[in-house]
């Protein structure tokens, strides 16, 4: 490597499940780094077109896109826009994701399937899709955003803490199967992070224990995962492949 390269300069960087939160925050980081930014969408109609407005306005191509992940004909429409309009897909951050609070006993084969389809197969189909493009190319970058609970477990969430565990597995694998084409595979492991998944699911006293076991003393904000994201995506990231990045603040550690 001759000098330093993080600028992501006109390379098309899809982020899904970005109209909000994590992926949002990816969308602005890769905006700022000279990308041609695509928000995938799923029903966050609004704030992804909000987003939109406000990365055209500093200049950068971005466009917006619905889609479900977990379907396997949505996604492949979504790429072939992606095609149609700004070009073959160079970096895909999978970050779209839902989260279940439940016991076992009381959980559902219908919501088992619907996690693992948005968390785990969501990100096998867009990696699907991506990867023919990459390969011919011979570069490519892929971030998954997987969760601290996928390397730790977590009680009262085991259907998610699976499926994200099913993606770092599958991360480390895809990284291994695809570093001869010049393309990496990394994921990403946040511990508890200030977004609606954190407070539409938590109440103000579960927070409080939850502060209470991070040494840090406080959730991340989303941009802390995304400078870490668009690291991982960018050109001096290129001999880091097939590992998972723990972003907690200590948490699991302790
Ligand atoms: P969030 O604010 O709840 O956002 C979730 C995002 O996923 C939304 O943009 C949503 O899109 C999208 N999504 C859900 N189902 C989808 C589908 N079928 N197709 C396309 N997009 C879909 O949560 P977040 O914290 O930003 O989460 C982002 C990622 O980080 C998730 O994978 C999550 O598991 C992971 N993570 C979060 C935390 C945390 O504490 N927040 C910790 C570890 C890992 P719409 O709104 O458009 O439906």
Redesign the pocket.
């Known amino acids: 490597m001759d000098h330093i390269n993080n600028s992501l300069e006109g390379q098309v960087c899809l982020i899904?499940?970005?109209?909000?939160?994590?992926?949002?925050a990816v969308a602005r980081a890769a905006a700022a780094r000279g990308a041609r930014v695509v928000v995938?969408?799923?029903?966050?109609?609004k704030?992804?077109q909000t987003l939109i407005a406000e990365l055209q306005q500093s200049g950068c191509i971005a466009l917006a896109l619905q889609?479900?992940?977990?379907?396997e004909q949505e996604v492949s429409k979504l790429f072939a826009e992606i095609r149609n309009t700004v070009g073959d897909v160079d970096l895909l951050v999978?970050?779209?994701?839902?989260?279940l609070r439940s016991l076992v006993q009381d959980t559902s084969a219908d919501e088992w399937d619907r996690v693992m389809?948005?968390?785990l197969k969501?990100a096998f189909l867009c990696c699907k899709q991506a990867l023919p493009y990459m390969i011919r190319k011979q570069y490519g970058r892929i971030v998954n955003?997987?969760?601290?609970?996928g390397i730790n477990g977590a009680a009262f969430e085991s259907v998610?803490a699976a499926s994200?565990g099913g993606l770092i597995a599958f991360t480390k694998s895809l990284g291994s199967e695809v570093a001869p084409s010049g393309i990496t595979a990394n994921a990403i492991?946040?511990?508890?992070?200030?977004?609606?998944?954190?407070y539409?699911h938590l109440d103000e006293a579960d927070i409080k224990t939850l502060l209470d076991e991070i040494p840090a003393g406080r959730?991340?904000e989303?941009e802390e995962?995304a400078s870490a994201c668009v690291f991982l995506l960018s050109r001096d990231a290129a001999y880091i492949n097939a590992q998972v990045l723990c972003i907690d603040g200590g948490w699991i550690a302790r």
């Not at 955003?145 to 609970?149: G, K, R």
Request: net charge negative; charged share 10%.
């Open positions: 899904t499940g970005a109209g909000r939160g994590i992926g949002a995938n969408y799923n029903s966050s109609y704030e992804a889609g479900d992940v977990s379907s999978n970050n779209a994701g839902v989260t389809n948005v968390n969501g955003i997987a969760s601290a609970q998610y994200k492991a946040p511990g508890p992070v200030a977004t609606d998944m954190i539409s959730l991340a989303p995962i």
